[in-house]
């Protein structure tokens, strides 16, 4: 099955510095790829996501890059800001009928953005 | 408003107890699954349901049962809890597979067992 490797697991910037998470994936056949912000003792949520067509897409200061033949995926934050503090999530779908489509989420990564 | 609740959202229980996590969804999701967090291993998928009667496991899908009889609902059920599977529970929905659409996720249930 579909494995993803999310790095690194914690990651502190200053207030206003831009902010890499990066994600490796293993099922080449993957097509989806979202990536999810859990703010501490809230439910995970979709920041931003990307399909296998498409290399780069973003939104305001978040951005998220797709590199198919060496599959890994990447988020971009820039101008980080206090509250972009929380625990990020990424995640790969292979288009696999028998797995009922499902999310593969990496381990996550810890990000602190200090004033 | 469109959501995703749960209930109970936190629950202290014992070894052997029977107890069932409730889930249900008011946007007309044909899918909806349950995974769970651990610390440092991320959101594991327990089992999933493509639409009403089709239920299918995930990857850690032992000591867990689920049923899908309506379209929005989507209990949990733990037959015999065991401590390993003190955890932070979420239900998530979306229209169809989340490879396809968003998937939205319930407020969490934080599950201690004795």
Not at chain 2, 2 to 19: C, F
Not at chain 2, 85 to 96: E, G, M, P, V, W
């Amino acid at each position: 099955g579909e494995n993803v490797e999310q790095h690194p697991s914690t990651l502190s910037v200053q207030e206003g510095d831009s902010a890499v998470i990066k994600c490796t994936y293993s099922d080449s056949a993957s097509n989806y790829f979202p990536w999810y912000k859990q703010e501490l003792g809230k439910r995970p949520q979709l920041i931003i996501d990307i399909r296998s067509n498409v290399g780069e897409k973003k939104d305001q200061r978040i951005a998220v890059t797709l590199n198919k033949t060496a599959k890994h995926f990447s988020l971009h934050i820039t101008e980080t800001q206090p509250e972009d503090s929380a625990v990020y999530f990424c995640a790969a779908s292979p288009p696999n009928s028998n797995s009922g489509y499902a999310l593969n989420f990496g381990k996550g990564t810890s990000l602190l953005v200090t004033p | 408003e469109a959501q995703v609740t749960q209930n109970p959202r936190y629950l202290i229980t014992v070894t052997g107890k029977k107890l069932t996590v409730t889930c249900s969804q008011n946007m007309n999701h044909e899918y909806m699954s349950w995974y769970r967090q651990d610390p440092g291993l991320g959101l594991r998928q327990i089992y999933y349901s493509m639409n009403v009667e089709v239920t299918d496991k995930g990857d850690v899908p032992e000591g867990y049962k689920v049923s899908r009889k309506e379209k929005r609902n989507f209990p949990l059920i733990l037959e015999s809890p065991s401590p390993n599977q003190t955890s932070l529970y979420f239900c998530a929905s979306s229209l169809r597979p989340p490879s396809y659409n968003e998937q939205f996720f319930g407020p969490g249930t934080r599950l201690t067992v004795l």
